[in-house]
């Protein structure tokens, strides 16, 4: 069983920047995709971001893409995504998830077998 815990979220001002982490307890952490998602108010789930096992494959939701950066740890079982130039639509609560496949199929398709509790972020003046 693979439990995961998200942190870093806040409030921020528009072109801020915000850092969330996705800490994972499993020994076997490096053998997940991991993937970050978000869901604002009235809005479906969003594959936001996604990195393979070992961390050589990123994918990014065009809304996102040139702004965020996914990266991964394994030693420490964590996956970080470094937010900056936010924006309000950026306002959401941010999920990361663990699953297989690839990670394009894992953002599109917002699967994964492993979720954790969320954190919200909210970017306003």
């Known amino acids: 069983q693979l439990q995961l815990v998200e942190s870093g979220g806040g409030l921020v001002q528009p072109g801020g920047s915000l850092r969330l982490s996705c800490a994972a307890s499993?020994?076997?952490?490096?053998?997940?995709?991991i993937g970050w998602f978000r869901q604002a108010p009235g809005k479906e789930r969003e594959g936001v971001s996604c990195?393979?096992?070992?961390?050589?494959?990123?994918y990014y939701a065009d809304s996102v893409k040139g702004r965020f950066t996914i990266s991964r740890d394994n030693a420490k079982n964590t996956v970080y995504l470094q937010m900056n130039s936010l924006q309000p639509e950026d306002t959401a609560i941010y999920y990361c998830?663990?699953?297989?496949?690839?990670?394009?199929?894992?953002?599109?398709?917002?699967?994964?077998?492993?979720w954790g509790q969320g954190t919200q972020v909210t970017v306003s003046s």
């Open positions: 990195i393979s096992t070992r961390g050589f494959v990123e």
């Open positions: 998830a663990a699953g297989g496949g690839t990670t394009q199929a894992m953002c599109k398709t917002k699967s994964g077998d492993y």
């Open positions: 499993a020994f076997n952490f490096d053998h997940y995709v």
